[in-house]
Nanobody, 119 residues
Framework: VQLQASGGGLVQAGGSLRLSCVAS????MGWFRQAPGKEREFVAA???????YYAASVKGRLTISRDIANNTVYLQMNSLKPEDTAVYYC??????????????????WGKGTLVTVSS
């Protein structure tokens, strides 16, 4: 499985970014992030049926969506905060990904893309 993520960058607090991830097949997909010195944590996930799940810290600001025909998942990030600064990783798994899924439960990872939010 290949996951190709893109869209990271530098943005000021309050700004927006959109991340994209293309998978080489059809999987349940999501996003995790890892800030310096911290564990990789769940951010958002979307199922085949379109159900979406969010970490409490991002709910209302980040939106996950997918283009099933093109095996692509997006993460629209609005109202970004400095604490959102992290490397964001696209995740894919044959099983559904949810808020309680740990990084150890993910079968496939994309290369991370860095998001830096300046204050």
């Amino acid at each position: 499985v290949q996951l190709q993520a893109s869209g990271g960058g530098l943005v000021q607090a309050g700004g927006s970014l959109r991340l994209s991830c293309v998978a080489s097949g059809r999987y349940h997909m999501g996003w995790f992030r890892q800030a310096p010195g911290k564990e990789r944590e769940f951010v958002a996930a979307i199922s085949w049926s379109g159900g979406s799940y969010y970490a409490a810290s991002v709910k209302g600001r980040l939106t996950i969506s997918r283009d099933i025909a093109n095996n692509t998942v997006y993460l629209q990030m609005n109202s970004l905060k400095p604490e959102d600064t992290a490397v964001y990783y696209c995740a894919a798994d044959p099983l559904p990904i949810s808020v309680t899924t740990s990084r150890y439960g993910i079968d496939y990872w994309g290369k991370g893309t860095l998001v830096t939010v300046s204050s």
